[in-house]
């Protein structure tokens, strides 16, 4: 079975930081390209930010540019959301998301969540 945790959310005031990791854990052959989500109350779950498997490549939300940073150590199986300058508008529970594979021969699977970390920006 595999698992995704998410975890570094918290209370932070504007202009505050907070780092995010996303572990997984597992029978995992390969990881492929990971995202982080938000869902704040009453509005849909959007795109924050994506890494490559590599990590040679990054893409962010226009509202996040400059601000966030997304990484990844494939040695830890884990992916970080670096987030500055925080604002109250970044307030949601945040969710990572990947691709992965669970054996050589398995297809890659994009249904992998996980059960997301609150952060709450106080103005």
């Known amino acids: 079975q595999v698992h995704l945790v998410e975890s570094g959310g918290g209370l932070v005031q504007a202009g505050g930081s907070l780092r995010l990791s996303c572990a997984a854990s597992?029978?995992?052959?390969?990881?492929?390209?990971v995202e982080w989500y938000r869902q704040a109350p009453g509005k849909q779950r959007e795109l924050v930010a994506g890494?490559?498997?590599?990590?040679?490549?990054?893409y962010y939300v226009d509202s996040v540019k400059g601000r966030f940073t997304i990484s990844r150590d494939n040695a830890k199986n884990t992916v970080f959301l670096q987030m500055n300058s925080l604002k109250p508008e970044d307030t949601a529970v945040y969710y990572c998301?990947?691709?992965?594979?669970?054996?050589?021969?398995?297809?890659?699977?994009?249904?992998?969540w996980g059960q997301g970390t609150q952060v709450t920006v106080s103005s």
């Open positions: 597992g029978s995992i052959f390969s990881i492929g390209g």
């Open positions: 890494i490559t498997s590599s990590g040679s490549t990054n």
């Open positions: 998301n990947a691709a992965m594979k669970v054996s050589r021969s398995s297809e890659w699977n994009s249904d992998f």
